[in-house]
């Protein structure tokens, strides 16, 4: 092999190896092998129009038109040109959409985000570009030393974006690929000198070899920069940290942690764990059926369902009153819960509706006043917290449900929209499901009886997703999570004007002696909220096998023909709808 196709070899290698530190970016690593494929191609291109007797600078202007072919062809299909074998014009709208999609992602999504068309797309550009950069540098015009700078540029960018997802292993690879390139630019610029003089001195070269003097340089440098953050202070303060200054009053949603939680959720529950995430004690005799909840998903674009709220505010002593809940004028629970360290980058999970919350430090979140959600100021916020909630003991009866009045006009406006790309399938399946029922309760519960019955499966094997598409997919296959029940029952409602969102948290924890309950990763879970007149918004289980029915969903005799004035705060009688058993296989 010439040291050409060396050179050629090695930036190719060197630039899949800087583009690793971009695997922690989505959930799963399938975009890596579509962007080598790019890398070799892009390769195979520049060493055949280095051969040909064109003008160097032709090189890097064929690489990128090879590398928007690629992009077309990958990402937004074959079009109508050589018989459908090239994209066409078609192809170029289909482009701009999934561009555009993933532009909008990046502003929705945290870190891992689910893998997108449109991140997939930048992701797989953006290394296409750098591949093109290194090679052009690197081979074209053999200045492997600042071919350093757009790998950096990919390194840095990387690993700042993954943040605690970042590893050591991204540096060392990306590292290495670095030395190999300059190594191998030495070798070419030994083969274009020929044979050197060696004198007596064996810091130079020998045979025309390069010395590894250099060479043991770089290594031992590379292993220096392993090393030294291992045995070096780590510094958390300074101008740039997160803690240095701070705000008051009502501020941007990004001050406080973004992170799609249906995203983890997904991956939490298709690999469930046994490690213990929380503990807790509860103060009440249903404190085995409390659902933990995290937080909800009030809007729903047709791609996922996700936090709407564009501010929060400071975390107050006391919450306001639940949206739509009549009387707040009920009895408390009062639960003392410890985050272990193995609980990340999370919401604060509590009983609904929580009443107050007191942590030790209180600038450290934000409370999100619409969905009641309270919402890390930084990463480190979560891990090992100690801290209190008091929440409100709401427990209405089926009847009082059955009878409860219609909805404002401005909770079924912001709680009943749907995209219009929405399959009709979701509308015309939702009407047959609930045609006998009467009232919204009814209607909910028909979902509910639906859902849980024989003809829908439990398996997280299936593919993940809330958009339309999967909801579809779902609806025709009956298969899926909890992520897959919820998110189907939350848009069928929403078909049927019943105010709905998506909440996100913890199953019931289980009981280990003295009123204290632990929380593994077995008990992720995701579920449908409903809104009901006077009692605001109401937890519902479609999910089968997984989790329990609230009381409020046993079936009373006879139905009321009048609402009642205010929610019922005593406990309901038992029954088989009361509380289903967990499976030991896990919650989700």
Request: proline share 7%.
């Amino acid at each position: 092999m010439t040291t050409r196709a060396k050179l050629t070899v090695y930036s190719a290698l060197a630039t899949a190896l800087a583009s690793l530190c971009l695997t922690p970016l989505l959930t799963t690593r399938s975009w890596v092998t579509h962007a080598f494929l790019v890398i070799a191609v892009i390769a195979a291109v520049g060493a055949g129009l280095r051969r040909a007797p064109l003008y160097r600078w032709t090189v890097p202007v064929g690489q990128l038109l090879v590398l928007f072919l690629l992009i077309l062809i990958g990402f937004a299909g074959s079009g109508s040109l050589l018989g459908g074998v090239l994209p066409g014009p078609s192809s170029l709208h289909a482009l701009d959409h999934v561009v555009r999609s993933g532009l909008d992602d990046i502003q929705v999504y945290a870190i891992p985000a689910p893998p997108n068309p449109g991140l997939r797309l930048i992701l797989v550009a953006a290394v296409g570009l750098v591949a093109v950069v290194v090679d052009t540098v690197a081979v074209t015009y053999r200045r492997s030393a600042l071919a350093g700078l757009p790998l950096l540029a990919l390194y840095s960018v990387g690993n700042g974006l993954s943040g605690d997802h970042g590893s050591w292993l991204w540096f060392a690879l990306a590292s290495a690929g670095y030395l190999v390139l300059l190594f191998a630019e030495g070798q070419d610029r030994v083969s274009r000198w020929g044979r050197v003089f060696h004198g007596g001195s064996r810091d130079w070269t020998s045979s025309g070899r390069v010395s590894p003097g250099g060479q043991q340089v770089g290594v031992l440098a590379l292993v220096a920069a392993l090393l030294l953050p291992v045995v070096l202070p780590h510094w958390d303060s300074g101008l740039l940290s997160p803690d240095s200054g701070g705000s008051s009053g009502r501020s941007s949603i990004g001050s406080a942690t973004s992170l799609d939680p249906l995203v983890s959720l997904e991956s939490a529950v298709t690999k469930p764990t046994n490690n213990e995430l929380l503990t807790y004690t509860l103060d009440s005799e249903i404190a085995d059926q409390v659902y933990l909840r995290t937080g909800a998903l009030d809007q729903f674009d047709g791609t996922n369902w996700r936090l709407g709220s564009t501010t929060v505010n400071d975390l107050p002593s006391s919450f306001p009153a639940p949206e739509g809940l009549r009387d707040a004028n009920l009895p408390r629970i009062e639960g003392d819960f410890q985050i272990s360290d193995r609980l990340e980058k999370s919401w604060l999970p509590m009983p609904y509706p929580a009443a107050s919350v007191q942590v030790p430090n209180r600038s450290d979140w934000k409370l999100d006043p619409l969905t009641r959600t309270v919402l890390p100021t930084n990463d480190r916020a979560i891990r090992g917290l100690r801290y209190h909630v008091s929440a409100l003991d709401l427990r209405p009866t089926a009847n009082e449900l059955r009878t409860a009045s219609t909805a404002p006009q401005d909770i079924r406006d912001h709680y009943t929209g749907l995209p219009q790309d929405l399959p009709p399938v979701v509308a015309q399946q939702a009407h047959e499901v609930t045609a006998k029922a009467t009232n919204d309760y009814d209607r909910a519960m028909a979902l509910v009886n639906w859902f849980t019955g024989p003809q829908f499966q439990y398996d997280t094997a299936v593919n993940g997703g809330t958009g339309s598409n999967a909801i579809a997919v779902f609806l025709r296959d009956r298969k899926g999570f909890c992520v897959h029940f919820a998110s189907t029952m939350a848009a069928m409602a929403r078909t049927l004007k019943i105010p709905s969102r998506v909440a996100v948290g913890f199953t019931p924890g289980d009981a280990k002696g003295g009123n204290v309950y632990s929380v593994t990763g077995r008990m992720y879970h995701a579920w449908p909220e409903l809104y009901f007149s006077g009692y605001g918004w109401l937890r519902f289980e479609p999910t089968p096998s997984r989790g329990n029915q609230p009381r409020y969903t046993e079936q009373s005799t006879t139905a009321t023909t009048a609402p009642s004035q205010q929610p019922t705060a005593s406990a309901q009688s038992s029954g088989p709808g009361a509380a289903a058993p967990v499976s030991e296989g896990g919650v989700g």
